[in-house]
């Protein structure tokens, strides 16, 4: 149990200049987690936000708008179950919020009141660094095997996806690997095998294919281009 000096305060200020950035996304879940009775989501999005406040993507915009923005989608694709929705704000809290977590995570249910559901869906999609491709495959089928938690992570690559711009090359043409090799596969499958999600993961599939396709044809043309200007240079 944590005591109340060590509780994250859930109704606190923030910086006005980084809640401008992810306001309208905020307040989209908020108003469709109140019109719905959506408690688990509702509990979430105030956690959330404060689990990641002081943290930035790469793009230097706050991580807060990354998990708004893979709920933000799947309630866009037609998606309104509270544990679905609640794991996905919460979805990169046990990877990047240890600090604020001394108790591995435990305290999300204990203190917070986060279901075991919502926690079990958050502990599937919590990935390791430095996973070889044999670690990744179980990774990846554990996932798809919970389609609540294959729905969160096709939403958060296909957000991903949509900032790939900020990887250096060898970091995006990993990703782009992963992708194909994984993502692409695992759509497919639960687009077979959960079909009253058919719609859901035939869109974020079709996207997600799009996203890295374009940038793995730009990727491969700069390359080339590349290539073509250092043999010329050599040539003189």
């Keep these: 149990m944590l ?15 980084d809640v ?10 908020k108003g469709f987690a109140c019109a719905k009775n959506l408690v688990q989501t509702n509990v979430a999005l105030s956690l959330s936000r404060r689990l990641h406040d002081g943290q930035y993507r790469k793009n230097g915009v706050p991580y807060i708008l990354h998990p708004l923005k893979v709920c933000s989608t799947l309630i866009s694709y037609g998606i309104d179950d509270d544990e679905t929705l609640a794991a996905a704000l919460l979805h990169d809290v046990l990877e990047d919020c240890q600090s ?38 179980v990774y990846f089928d554990r996932i798809r095997k919970n389609h609540k938690a294959a729905l969160i992570k096709l939403a958060d690559r296909l957000h991903n996806s949509s900032t790939l ?13 992963e992708t194909y090799t994984f993502l692409i596969p ?19 599939k079709s996207n997600i294919y799009s996203l890295n396709h374009s940038m793995d044809v730009l990727m491969k043309k700069f390359h080339n281009e590349k ?10």
Excluded: W
Aim: proline share 3%; hydrophobic share 35%.
């Design 20 to 29: 401008n950035q992810y306001i309208k996304s905020f307040m989209f879940i």
């Design 186 to 204: 695992m759509a497919s499958f639960c687009k077979n095998y959960y079909p009253e999600y058919t719609n859901a993961f035939s869109i974020l």
């Design 227 to 236: 290539e073509r200007g250092s043999k010329g240079a050599v040539g003189k």
């Design 100 to 137: 604020k977590l001394p108790l591995h995570g435990k305290e999300l249910i204990t203190e917070y009141n986060i279901s075991q559901e919502v926690f079990d869906i958050i502990t599937v999609l919590t990935k390791e660094s430095g996973l070889d491709q044999y670690e990744l495959s």
């Design 165 to 177: 711009y900020a990887f250096d090359f060898v970091k995006m043409s990993k990703y782009i690997e």
């Design 3 to 17: 005591n109340e000096k060590t509780l994250l305060p859930l109704n606190d200020s923030f910086e006005i200049r």
